[in-house]
C-alpha cells in the first residue's frame, strides 16, 4: 500500500505561484509514475501534469508553459511548480501513482494510489 499526501495548497492572487508537494511516508515513490490531478466545484477531476519514473513529463494543455512538475527521489517527492495562476485553475489537487515503467499514463483509471488531496483557491 502507497500512501500519498499532498502539501503546499492555499490562496494565492492572480498572477501568483505555488508549488505543491506529493510524498510517501514509508514507501519509495522511485519507480512510480506520478500524476497530478484536480477537481473544481461542480467538475470531473481533470488530468493536470504527469512524470514517469524516467523524468519525462507531460501536460495538460491547459497549463503548458505555466506548470512544471518534477520528482527528487532523494526526498522522495514529487513537485508541482504553477506559475502564473489564473481564477479557473481553483480546484482541489491530487497526486497519484501508478507502479509503471515507460511513458506516464495520463488516464486517472490507470493510477493505483491517492492522496486525499490540497486546495488550491486563485482569487483576489
Known amino acids: 500500500q502507497v500512501q500519498l499526501v499532498e502539501s503546499g495548497g492555499g490562496l494565492v492572487q492572480p498572477g501568483g505561484s505555488l508549488r505543491l508537494s506529493c510524498a510517501s511516508p514509508?514507501?519509495?515513490?522511485?519507480?512510480?509514475?506520478i500524476g497530478w490531478f484536480r477537481q473544481a466545484p461542480g467538475k470531473e477531476r481533470e488530468g493536470v501534469s504527469y512524470i514517469a519514473s524516467d523524468g519525462s513529463t507531460d501536460y495538460a494543455d491547459s497549463v503548458k508553459g505555466r506548470f512544471t512538475i518534477s520528482r527528487d527521489n532523494a526526498r522522495n517527492t514529487v513537485y508541482l511548480q504553477m506559475n502564473s495562476l489564473k481564477p479557473e485553475d481553483t480546484a482541489v489537487y491530487y497526486c497519484?501513482?501508478?507502479?509503471?515503467?515507460?511513458?506516464?499514463?495520463?488516464?486517472?483509471?490507470?493510477?493505483?494510489?491517492w492522496g486525499k488531496g490540497t486546495q488550491v483557491t486563485v482569487s483576489s
Open positions: 497519484a501513482a501508478d507502479f509503471s515503467q515507460g511513458p506516464p499514463p495520463t488516464q486517472e483509471y490507470l493510477y493505483d494510489y
Open positions: 514509508g514507501s519509495t515513490l522511485e519507480r512510480y509514475a
